[in-house]
């Protein structure tokens, strides 16, 4: 069997290249490619019926591709199934626990599967357990535990075998926002323990929080990828700025200054003291502007970008425009 | 390992489940009560005598025998038909598929799990049947005999109900197709049985053909086997008697005489029916599991294309069906993300 491509380079942890996946009549994965980082958070966005949950079934070795080929280092996922399930742990976007079970019999019963010696599983489980915070729920049957728990449980689950690759798909849907909170923490930590997490989710302020790059994708095709920042700006235009004062007074001159710099757009006083703008410069640029406005001696209190989630989901909003929710 | 992780996990469901427990006092129950009440019968029609004990002893066993024997094939595809459909409606299947699970050890963990209820039945109506002992009649390696039918019989229905859930991704489906055909399969001899009696060739004719070759389909019966179990010259049949059940046994197979039941050749070895059962048994069980094992995992049509020890090019290769997924890997979900 001849290696057609190179495997994955030393700062990639999977490579896909040309994917297509059909179901009858419809495509769900059109010659879709994508490299993903060691380390990273990648996030997976668009709307439903998009290819997320196809595209991390590939990526699980669950369904072969209908073209195309994924890479995790040297192993392509449809030649070495086997090879790819010990590298990657999958969540799926349903529980799929057996409620009979307790917290700990539950992980038990898959480090069994993925096999780990009887000897080494209980001190797994009882690391996983913390890790999770669930250690108080050891002894709980699974159907005793809250949803937030579940979901804490099945990430404890993926991460039995300790996968280099984790797949998480929709991790923080139907979770309260403490749940959420936690589970965008435990994803940190993860991240911090040099493991590549994929991430699907609608929920944008999560993943924009979370994520160190995103991959939007529609109708099947890769619309953009890169960092948070970098896609949010080339898809997003200029990025918006929101400007507070400590009182009114200066409004008028303030309003006029930035009216008449270069970068800056659509400036708005949108509240009492409160300046909204476009800017289209870079990083060094914003940083002059900063420079400027207190040389100035403008009694400004806040200067901030406006957040990522909130500009995150505006570019997902004006891409999906049209296409309906399924 | 990774079987026996599977194993464990499926017996601890199982066991903990109310339902599992309540099948056995039910079974039990119905069994006893049943034996009882034949007793109790046989007491007002003929009284015991010195000589009549051994007779109760046999009717009761036949009774009992023929009940259990019954009750298997109706129980063990709720066990069974259900197991790998089953975790693909509770969407468990996908997280057993990215495991290190082999096709066989998911197949064979889960159906011995299945087949474990169902043998939890046999075993708890061993005190039962060692009431026959009392009266006397049988001798321990006919209860031996009947007891490799019974678990033949199990594993038979067992990897068939396993094999339906594998093919079919709804439960309440398999499980009824399951029912369907052990129904045809007991129930096909007795009515080709009824057609030939009715055409004046079966024992009723007065022409019993006990030398000639039963016919594959009466062979591979549960109920001519168990039949053949029995005590070749202490059967004492009689229609007006007080077991019912033997008119159809009479009536399912024309070489039976009262006397055991023909030979039966295969690869040019006589056999009785009981061991011929037992082997076409297993065999049909060997080929239900082999055939499970294949279509469980992923993909399965693809797997035999490709080459031993490869898989087939990726390129240029036809877009799959849906079916293929949605039967194997999806458990019928095939919608896209």
Known sequence: ?326 | MTFFALLTKELRLRMRRERTIWIVIVYILFMGLLGWFALNRYNTTNGYNSSGLSNVGLNLYYLLSQLQLLLIIFVTPAFTATVINGEKERQTFDLLLCSRLSGFSLVFGKLLAGLMNALLLIAASAPLFSLIFFFGGIAPMQVLRALLVYVVTTVLVGTFGMLCSTLLPRPSVSTAITYMVCLLWIGLPLIFSLIMLSMGQGVVSGKPPVTSQPGLLFVWNPVTALTDTYPPAGFTYSPAGFNPLFLLMAGLNPTYTGTGLGTFSLLGMKLSPWLAYTILSLTASAVFLALSTWLVKPNATRRLQAPIGGHPPLRGRQPEKESTDSATSEGGTAAPA
């Open chain 1, 1 to 326: 069997m001849q290696k057609t491509e190179p495997a994955t380079t030393a700062a990639t942890a999977i490579k896909i290249q040309n994917v297509s996946k059909r179901y009858r009549t419809v495509n769900a994965l059109s010659d879709f490619s994508l490299e993903i980082g060691r380390g990273t958070i990648y996030g997976l966005i668009g709307p439903n019926g998009a290819g997320k949950t196809t595209l991390l079934r590939i990526l699980a070795a669950l369904i072969a591709p209908s073209g195309g080929e994924v890479w995790f280092e040297d192993a392509e996922v449809s030649k070495s199934a086997a090879v790819i399930q010990r590298k990657v742990g999958y969540m799926p976007d349903f529980f799929g626990v057996y409620p009979d079970l307790t917290s700990a019999e539950y992980l038990e019963f898959y480090a069994g599967i993925h096999g780990i010696p009887y000897k080494k599983r209980a001190r797994i489980v009882a690391d996983l357990l913390e890790l999770v915070e669930l250690t108080p729920k050891r002894d709980a049957f699974v159907e005793t535990l809250s949803r937030g728990m579940k979901q804490r449980l099945c990430l404890a689950r993926a991460l039995v075998h300790d996968p280099e690759v984790l797949l998480l798909d929709e991790p923080a849907s139907g979770l309260d926002p403490r749940a959420r909170v936690e589970l965008r923490e435990l994803v940190r930590t993860l991240q911090g323990m040099g493991k590549t997490i994929i991430i699907s989710s609608h929920i944008l302020p999560e993943l924009a929080e979370m994520c160190t790059d995103i991959a939007i994708i529609q109708g099947g095709r890769l619309i953009a990828s890169g960092d948070v920042e970098s896609v949010t700006h080339r898809l997003g235009g200029d990025r918006q700025l929101e400007l507070r004062f400590l009182d009114t007074v200066q409004m008028p001159t303030a309003l006029e200054l930035l009216g008449g710099m270069p970068d800056i757009s659509n400036v708005s006083n949108s509240e009492g003291n409160t300046i909204l703008l476009d800017f289209g410069g870079d990083d060094q640029a914003l940083n002059q502007l900063l420079v400027d406005l207190i040389s100035r001696k403008l009694p400004i209190i806040s200067f901030a970008p406006r957040s990522g989630s909130g500009r995150l989901e505006e570019v997902f909003m004006s891409i999906t425009e049209g296409s309906t929710a399924t």
